[in-house]
Structure formats: C-alpha cells, structure tokens
C-alpha cells in the first residue's frame, strides 16, 4: 500500500538525512523544508493525501493554505491509487 507505493513520483523523494531527521513525523502545521522548496513540498504533499484519501487536521491545513498563497502558479496532479 502506502508504504510500497512507487506509482508515483512525489510518494518518496530523497533527502539529506538532516532534513529526514528535522522532520521525522512532522506535518507542515510544525515542520517546512527550506523556503526555496516550499510550494514544490505542499504540492507533492497535499497531492499524496488526495491519492490516498488522507484526511487533514485543521492545523495541517490551515498551515498548507498559508504556504501555498505565496505559490501562485503551482500545479498539482493527482492521480488516485488504486
């Protein structure tokens, strides 16, 4: 399932293993990578919940929303698992 999903490109993304360890099992209500990759980050985030049908808590949304105005011309595709 979630854990074996390699039907998508955003699903498991590389990263140093300092970053991997200043997240751990944050979401972006407590934890954003550098400002250079945020809307990147919220797409590839936001786009993994609607293929799983992942719900949001209010202050994982309420955070994804405040990020994401600072990125107008962002794309998200989803593609649904199945």
């Not at 993304?13 to 209500?29: C, E």
């Not at 809307?39 to 799983?52: D, F, G, Q, S």
């Amino acid at each position: 399932m979630y854990a074996n999903d390699l039907g998508s490109d955003v699903t498991l993304v590389g990263v140093t293993a300092r970053s991997n360890r200043q997240k751990s099992d944050q979401d972006p209500a407590t934890w954003m990578p550098a400002p250079a990759v945020h809307c990147r980050y919220i797409c590839e985030w936001v786009a993994t919940k609607h293929r799983w049908s992942l719900a949001a808590d209010q202050a994982e949304r309420e955070a994804l929303l405040q990020h994401a105005a600072g990125c107008p011309n962002a794309n998200l595709a989803v593609e649904r698992a199945g």
